[in-house]
């Protein structure tokens, strides 16, 4: 089984960063295959400027390039009934584990 993971953006100096190290450090502890989805910053700020713990509009414009990126992988034939993916919300900070059909 391989894993594409999607997470939050890797800020230096942020929780998120250090949860993508995490992530990536267990993943190849245990011997799981995974790719990291990439995304795109709406700009390079890398500051909060709508909300509290995460940029709302930063969030949005990165999560939804990934979910861009990961249906392009799809389409290529990278994503199989043999694939998962595991998504970062940003609403209730847990985990959403999918597989795919």
């Known amino acids: 089984m391989k894993i594409f993971y999607m997470g939050l953006e890797p800020y230096e100096g942020r929780y998120t960063l250090q949860l993508q190290e995490w992530t990536e450090r267990a993943y190849k502890k245990r011997g799981i295959e ?6 795109t910053t709406i700009d390079d700020t890398k500051a909060i400027s709508v909300g509290q713990v995460l940029d709302a509009h930063g969030r949005s414009y990165f999560g939804m390039s990934q979910m861009m990126n990961l249906v392009q992988m799809m389409r290529n034939g990278e994503v199989t ?16 584990h999918c597989r795919t059909s």
């Open 34 to 39: 995974y790719v990291i989805v990439p995304g």
């Open 81 to 96: 009934n043999r694939t998962s993916y595991s998504l970062k919300t940003c609403s209730n900070r847990a985990w959403s």
